[in-house]
């Protein structure tokens, strides 16, 4: 069995897109049109055929307390794996992303938390 899909709830489809695949690196998968909102996927430049991540709407009325309980919380709704922690958060920084919790060490692991501006928090993580 492997992980084929994975989601995050968006506020903004179109706005997530462009954080996801211009700020983050990520490449567009399937968009596809649904009504309202859209199949829209995104997947890793470094791995096209791997994981998909869904940006999915979060018009569901339990969505959003969840998302804003996740926040106020800092709990990471999504953790993405980089190579280097410290580069990645000065790239994004560089960028104009909002960190929530800059590099840190713990254990084996290093991480940081960033604001995707689509209401979630996202970590990346190398190590362990």
């Not at 069995?1 to 954080?19: G, P, T, Y």
């Not at 909102?37 to 998909?52: C, F, I, N, R, Y």
């Not at 084996?108 to 689509?118: G, Q």
Request: with cysteine.
């Amino acid at each position: 069995m492997r992980i084929h899909l994975s989601s995050v709830f968006v506020d903004d489809q179109d706005k997530a897109l462009r954080f996801y695949t211009d700020v983050l690196g990520f490449v567009k998968k399937h968009e596809v049109p649904l009504g309202a909102d859209k199949w829209l996927t995104v997947v890793s430049a470094e791995d096209p055929d791997g994981t998909e991540l869904l940006l999915e709407p979060d018009g569901h009325p339990a969505v959003r307390p969840y998302k804003e309980a996740l926040v106020r919380d800092g709990i990471p709704a999504a953790s993405f794996a980089v190579d280097d922690v410290g580069a990645e958060f000065a790239r994004l920084r560089g960028l104009g992303v909002r960190f929530t919790q800059e590099p840190r060490e713990t254990g084996p692991v290093t991480t940081a938390v960033l604001d995707d501006t689509c209401g979630n928090l996202i970590q990346i993580i190398h190590g362990g």
